[in-house]
Nanobody, 122 residues
Framework: QLQLTESGGGLVQAGGSLRLICTAS????????MGWFRRAPGKDRKLVAV????????YYEDSVKGRFAISRDNAKNTVFLQMNSLKSEDTGVYYC???????????????WGQGTQVTVSS
């Protein structure tokens, strides 16, 4: 089972950018589908972006398409979430997640990070 650690959150003005980083421990990182979830204030946790084990396929939730980009470096056990043109509704705690499955839902997650706060001021 992987252990995940996020970093890169913070406070940013609307229209700004942040890059979230998730670093994994373990020797099997390259076999895991990785995702980023967001828990907005007062709302349930929601899947934001997914990247396949090889990095060849990605998925984005509609509200972040064209603004966020997920990528990974399997040699460094790291997954990134580049967030551009940030909006106040992007505010929340962002969690890195890993599953050995090709599909990713909360029920399939094997490992969660501790979360990193992103606050977008308008």
């Amino acid at each position: 089972q992987l252990q995940l650690t996020e970093s890169g959150g913070g406070l940013v003005q609307a229209g700004g950018s942040l890059r979230l980083i998730c670093t994994a421990s373990g020797h099997t990182f390259g076999t895991y589908t990785m995702g980023w979830f967001r828990r907005a204030p007062g709302k349930d946790r929601k899947l934001v972006a997914v990247i396949s084990a090889s990095g060849g396929a990605t998925y984005y939730e509609d509200s972040v398409k064209g603004r966020f980009a997920i990528s990974r470096d399997n040699a460094k056990n790291t997954v990134f979430l580049q967030m551009n043109s940030l909006k106040s509704e992007d505010t929340g705690v962002y969690y890195c997640a890993a599953t050995p499955s090709r599909e990713i839902t909360e029920a399939m997650i094997e490992s969660w990070g501790q979360g990193t706060q992103v606050t977008v001021s308008s």
